[in-house]
């Protein structure tokens, strides 16, 4: 997470403004720039508070779903982006979101299973 918000701040900076869907009314380089420092926030924070593990994956996992709107904008407008170049690309991209939403409940504690007393 860490190293993608740096991404966003940083060298992949247009390729992420090219995700920002057209309709969102906030600038886009304002919206990259953001995404990027929560996105370091929340990396920083996983590894830096594990007592807040439930919390931050938590936080984490909505984050994944409060950009996902993002990567189906990037679908439906055909925006190429980090090699995304075919309308099949972006498509197949999309079934990774919830992915990284179970991984980040699931680093959060959340899946766990626990020891039955």
Same mark, same amino acid.
């Given at each position: 997470? =860490?190293?993608? +918000?740096?991404?966003?701040?940083?060298?992949? %900076?247009? /390729?992420?403004? *090219?995700?920002?869907?057209?309709?969102?009314?906030?600038? /886009?380089?304002?919206? =990259? &720039?953001?995404?990027? =420092? =929560? /996105? !370091?926030? $929340?990396?920083?924070?996983? #590894?830096? $508070?594990?007592?807040?593990? %439930?919390? #931050?994956? #938590? $936080? &984490?996992?909505?984050?994944?779903?409060? !950009?996902?709107?993002?990567? !189906?904008?990037?679908?439906? /407008? +055909? #925006?190429? *982006?980090?090699?995304?170049?075919?309308?099949?690309?972006? @498509?197949?991209? &999309?079934?990774?979101?919830?992915? @990284?939403? @179970?991984? *980040? @409940?699931?680093?959060?504690?959340? &899946?766990?299973?626990?020891?039955?007393?």
């Amino acid at each position: 997470m =860490v190293g993608a +918000g740096v991404l966003h701040l940083t060298s992949q %900076r247009e /390729e992420f403004r *090219a995700q920002v869907p057209q309709w969102l009314p906030l600038d /886009e380089d304002f919206t =990259v &720039l953001a995404s990027g =420092v =929560v /996105e !370091i926030g $929340l990396g920083a924070a996983f #590894v830096a $508070l594990p007592r807040q593990q %439930r919390l #931050v994956g #938590v $936080l &984490l996992a909505a984050f994944f779903v409060a !950009i996902f709107p993002g990567n !189906i904008a990037q679908y439906v /407008e +055909g #925006v190429d *982006a980090f090699g995304l170049d075919t309308d099949r690309a972006r @498509l197949v991209r &999309l079934f990774f979101q919830p992915v @990284l939403v @179970l991984w *980040a @409940l699931f680093g959060g504690g959340w &899946l766990r299973r626990t020891p039955r007393d």
